[in-house]
């Protein structure tokens, strides 16, 4: 390890994660003036930059966002419109990117944002982190090798999680638990039905991959699949202030007069309530954010999280040939047989030949192994609801007695119980230049808190 003049090691961070939570949080550090710690970015999986999202090797899943708010720099809105142009590519702001084109462009944010900085500025490291160990100010990362890392300071950017376990999970290889686990899709290598848990996001990827040469089943409790993105993109709604203090239902009832003002046109209302949610999310009492997640989160979720309209005609067409069978319901049961899997819903029965999980991230940190030792340990808690880690403003991971961890910290879909809303790049950006800031004064003075930008 390299060490100062005056013979101490040089500041060193820890970033646990290899997807856009992590990648910005180095490229944010990196392109800080003057000298700032040096990195280690542990991806247990070896995807440095492209992380579970942008991993996938269909060039048929697009960002569900359009080019003009997926800039990884908070303070330059434009550039990953500029790189696209600038690499001889004939799109817009308006456009939709295929994902791995996306993890192209994080990879290349972090080489230009290493340029300048000494060798041995950053290493990557792909392995499995399994410990962290209070080390005087800092940490020791155990890894599964049996390796360790001395850190000042330990930013857990571990992204989504793997989809929850659930209990009709069969045994045997036709159940693929975790679909953007490397290799999962794999061995769904003949024309046997697939049966996909899960109408949203993951789903509609799922069968534009699966439903060539086979039929697809999408099954969730309301059936909804998400809505499509108008083209062109319309203004935001001007918006009048949500009311002070309010219940969920005041709450509600301000969005549908929203709306309505807005002459029926919802998109624009949207996209202008998204930088109110983490501040709404914050004020509601427990009760109503639990009647949310019961009652109403589903009809949001497909509101705000939209997909290209390219992707709904693809979904449409599916549909329209008995590609896709989308349907509401249950999994009560699921039977295996000699050549496939008995599946029991709410009102019908199902003979297919693979089931998958594509419910989408888990919530709870109990589905990712390194959140959970925490959590066990007392180093970390679940956040409000359980959703996510628990921790302050400025995104210190909170212990089991409620006290942040002066150099623990996250940020990202892990804040889901504090924020709501914090899995899509606007608000990672936002989150990982704030953090920067903090991170850039290791070794000078611990940083007094920082805020979390809202978006």
């Known amino acids: 390890m390299p060490e100062t003049a005056g013979g101490e090691r040089d500041p060193r961070v820890v970033v646990v994660g290899g997807g856009a939570s992590a990648t910005l949080t180095a490229v944010h550090l990196l392109r800080r003036t003057g000298p700032v710690p040096r990195l280690v970015v542990i991806d247990r999986h070896g995807r440095h930059g492209r992380g579970q999202a942008y991993a996938t090797e269909d060039p048929g899943h697009l960002l569900n966002a359009r080019v003009a708010t997926m800039s990884g720099l908070q303070t330059d809105p434009g550039h990953l419109l500029a790189w696209a142009r600038g690499r001889g590519l004939d799109v817009t702001a308006d456009d939709f990117l295929p994902r791995p084109l996306y993890g192209?462009?994080?990879?290349?944010?972090?080489?230009?944002?290493?340029?300048?900085?000494?060798?041995?500025?950053?290493?990557?490291?792909?392995?499995?982190?399994?410990?962290?160990?209070?080390?005087?100010?800092?940490?020791?990362?155990?890894?599964?090798?049996?390796?360790?890392?001395?850190?000042?300071?330990?930013?857990?950017?571990?992204?989504?999680?793997?989809?929850?376990?659930?209990?009709?999970?069969?045994?045997?290889?036709?159940?693929?638990?975790?679909?953007?686990?490397?290799?999962?899709?794999?061995?769904?290598?003949?024309?046997?039905?697939?049966?996909?848990?899960?109408?949203?996001?993951?789903?509609v990827d799922l069968a534009t991959t699966l439903a060539a040469g086979r039929t697809v089943y999408a099954v969730s409790r309301h059936g909804l699949l998400p809505r499509t993105h108008r083209t062109p993109r319309p203004p935001s709604a001007r918006l009048a202030a949500p009311p002070e203090h309010a219940d969920l239902r005041a709450l509600l009832r301000w969005a549908r007069l929203a709306v309505r003002d807005n002459d029926g046109e919802w998109h624009g209302v949207v996209d202008a309530i998204r930088p109110h949610v983490p501040r709404i999310w914050a004020r509601l009492p427990e009760p109503d954010r639990r009647r949310f997640l019961d009652l109403a989160a589903r009809h949001w979720e497909v509101h705000r999280h939209r997909i290209p309209p390219v992707t709904a005609d693809r979904i449409a067409r599916l549909r329209a040939a008995g590609r896709l069978h989308v349907l509401s319901g249950r999994i009560e049961d699921v039977r295996a047989n000699a050549d496939g899997l008995t599946v029991r819903l709410?009102?019908?029965?199902?003979?297919?030949?693979?089931?998958?999980?594509?419910?989408?991230?888990?919530?709870?940190?109990?589905?990712?192994?390194?959140?959970?030792?925490?959590?066990?340990?007392?180093?970390?808690?679940?956040?409000?609801?359980?959703?996510?880690?628990?921790?302050?403003?400025?995104?210190?991971v909170r212990d089991a007695a409620g006290r942040p961890r002066p150099r623990l910290f996250t940020l990202g879909p892990t804040l889901r119980g504090l924020r709501y809303e914090t899995t899509a790049v606007p608000e990672i950006r936002a989150q990982a230049a704030d953090l920067a800031a903090r991170l850039a004064v290791l070794g000078v003075a611990d940083a007094a808190p920082v805020p979390v930008a809202s978006a």
């Open 346 to 396: 709410t009102d019908r029965e199902l003979r297919v030949g693979w089931l998958v999980n594509g419910t989408g991230p888990a919530a709870a940190p109990g589905a990712d192994p390194l959140l959970r030792r925490l959590v066990a340990a007392g180093v970390a808690a679940p956040g409000p609801l359980g959703l996510g880690l628990d921790a302050d403003e400025g995104g210190r």
């Open 104 to 203: 192209r462009y994080l990879r290349d944010l972090l080489a230009d944002a290493l340029r300048g900085r000494p060798d041995g500025q950053l290493a990557e490291r792909t392995g499995t982190v399994t410990a962290l160990l209070p080390a005087g100010a800092g940490w020791r990362v155990v890894l599964a090798d049996g390796d360790t890392i001395a850190a000042d300071a330990v930013v857990l950017a571990t992204g989504n999680q793997a989809p929850a376990s659930w209990p009709w999970a069969p045994a045997g290889p036709r159940y693929v638990p975790d679909p953007w686990a490397p290799g999962a899709l794999d061995a769904i290598g003949d024309d046997a039905p697939v049966l996909v848990a899960g109408t949203g996001l993951t789903a």
